[in-house]
């Protein structure tokens, strides 16, 4: 069996963002693969662009890498009760893209924030807002790392033993759910 290919999407752009540092403890948990990083540093959307000057390099790029993925990793916080503009940003300019990136990709939703609830509102509307591009999402253990600045290490590994367990049944499930895609 060919390795799989994994990519993460963090909502936050913050090098230091614990999104960023769950995305990649999930992806170490998830075992081997090639993992890349999605860079959503895309333009806002805006028809008027798409119109002028058609898809963005850095949007069809992003396109490519999900369509091109085994598996796909979502990070996301939770920004005023809803996902970040960035992870929205992203996912509207891929739509506007041909063919069907998502369409029966096994997804990953995970979230880390400040507040005790980790992320609950945020991973109910990621949830909403994939359903239209048809992936597959897993549906859990939720991973929601609360307090998130106190669950972590110096080398940025997850100390809570919960969300820890929680996150390796989870990348166990988005693996097992590759490997079956990848076998056909």
């Known amino acids: 069996m060919a390795t799989l290919k994994l990519l993460?999407?963090?909502?936050?752009?913050?090098?230091?963002?614990?999104?960023?540092?769950?995305?990649?403890?999930?992806?170490?948990?998830f075992g081997p693969s090639d993992f890349v990083e999605a860079d959503l540093r895309v333009p806002l959307y805006d028809g008027d662009l798409e119109n002028d000057s058609g898809i963005p390099?850095?949007?069809?790029?992003?396109?490519?890498?999900?369509?091109?993925?085994?598996?796909?990793?979502?990070a996301t916080p939770e920004y005023n009760k809803g996902i970040s503009g960035v992870l929205?940003?992203?996912?509207?300019?891929?739509?506007?893209?041909?063919?069907?990136?998502?369409?029966?990709?096994?997804?990953?939703?995970?979230?880390?924030?400040?507040?005790?609830?980790?992320?609950?509102?945020?991973?109910?509307?990621?949830?909403?807002?994939?359903?239209?591009?048809?992936?597959?999402?897993?549906?859990?253990?939720e991973v929601l790392v609360g307090a998130t600045f106190q669950q972590w290490d110096e080398d940025g590994r997850l100390t809570n033993e919960i969300n820890a367990k929680a996150l390796d049944e989870l990348m166990q499930i988005l693996r097992r759910t590759a490997e079956a895609n990848q076998a056909g």
């Open 8 to 29: 993460g999407l963090c909502g936050s752009l913050r090098s230091a963002s614990t999104n960023r540092l769950l995305m990649r403890e999930a992806a170490r948990r």
């Open 57 to 74: 390099e850095a949007v069809q790029t992003l396109s490519d890498q999900i369509a091109e993925a085994d598996a796909v990793i979502v």
């Open 88 to 141: 929205k940003n992203a996912l509207d300019w891929v739509s506007r893209t041909s063919g069907a990136p998502w369409a029966g990709k096994p997804v990953a939703l995970m979230s880390a924030t400040a507040g005790r609830a980790g992320g609950e509102r945020t991973q109910n509307m990621a949830r909403l807002c994939l359903t239209p591009f048809r992936p597959h999402i897993v549906p859990g253990p």
